[in-house]
């Protein structure tokens, strides 16, 4: 299975701007779609942003229009490009598969892979 690590979180003053990057390990990346997920303190994980293995994308209301997108395949790597940062989008971000793409529809919080995660924190 393909395997995913996070990184390029970090504590941010609200209004600033992050880049996560997530490498996959697996030979099959290229053709699985993917996306990121986040999870706060106390709450359950969420979706946030999806990509198609042919680049199509989708995001979550909440962070649409601030977050961006995007994946390698020849470096087996995705980004998140996260600007106008919010308190509220504190959280652990993580890379995964996703189920659809079109309905953001991703795999359970007790999906059996998951990386181990990359902190954001952004301050008020």
């Known amino acids: 299975q393909v395997q995913f690590v996070e990184s390029g979180g970090g504590l941010v003053q609200a209004g600033g701007s992050l880049r996560l990057s997530c490498v996959a390990s697996?030979?099959?990346?290229?053709?699985?779609?993917t996306g990121w997920y986040r999870q706060a303190p106390g709450k359950q994980r969420e979706l946030v942003a999806v990509?198609?293995?042919?680049?199509?994308?989708n995001y979550a209301d909440s962070v649409k229009g601030r977050f961006t997108i995007s994946r390698d395949n020849a470096k087996n790597t995705m980004y998140l490009q996260m600007n106008s940062l919010k308190p509220e989008d504190t959280a652990v971000y993580y890379c995964?598969?996703?189920?659809?793409?079109?309905?953001?529809?991703?795999?359970?919080?007790?999906?059996?892979?998951w990386g181990q995660g990359t902190q954001v924190t952004v301050s008020s």
């Open positions: 995964n598969i996703v189920l659809g793409i079109g309905t953001m529809t991703g795999v359970s919080p007790s999906y059996s892979y």
């Open positions: 990509i198609s293995s042919g680049g199509w994308k």
């Open positions: 697996g030979s099959t990346f290229s053709i699985k779609d």
